[in-house]
């Protein structure tokens, strides 16, 4: 089974930017759907971000709340995915997984968590109000 390592995370100010990366190990990330997902305290993990497999056109999706700070991408020689936060707001507080659906090429246009069968363990990223 696919292994999933996130790193990045941490504490940011107001206005600052982090970047996770996610490494997987014995895959190739660039043909399947890569999608990021956070869990503040208290509440239902939500999607943020999603990347297709280059073979669906690498689509990358938003939700509304990060749209137009974060960014997504992956670097297919490395087998890893990355989240490019900017701009980063108290709000966006919270446990980010990445995950992997070795099922998927193309992303389902409502992802949730039940599409991807494998996560990593989460890095925790702290932005103070």
């Known amino acids: 089974q696919m292994q999933l390592v996130e790193s990045g995370g941490g504490l940011a100010q107001p206005g600052g930017s982090l970047r996770l990366v996610c490494s997987a190990s014995?895959?190739?990330?660039?043909?399947?759907?890569t999608g990021w997902f956070r869990q503040a305290p208290g509440k239902e993990r939500e999607r943020v971000s999603s990347?297709?497999?280059?073979?669906?056109?690498?689509?990358?999706t938003y939700a509304d709340s990060v749209k137009g700070r974060f960014i997504i991408g992956r670097d297919d020689t490395k087998a890893t995915a990355y989240l490019q936060m900017n701009s980063l707001k108290p709000e966006d507080t919270g446990v980010y997984y990445c995950?992997?659906?070795?099922?998927?090429?193309?992303?389902?246009?409502?992802?949730?968590?039940?599409?991807?069968?494998?996560w990593g363990q989460g890095t925790q990223v702290t932005v103070p109000s």
């Open positions: 995950a992997v659906s070795t099922w998927y090429s193309k992303c389902p246009g409502q992802m949730n968590t039940q599409d991807f069968d494998s």
């Open positions: 990347i297709s497999g280059s073979d669906s056109g690498s689509v990358t």
């Open positions: 014995g895959y190739r990330l660039g043909y399947l759907c």
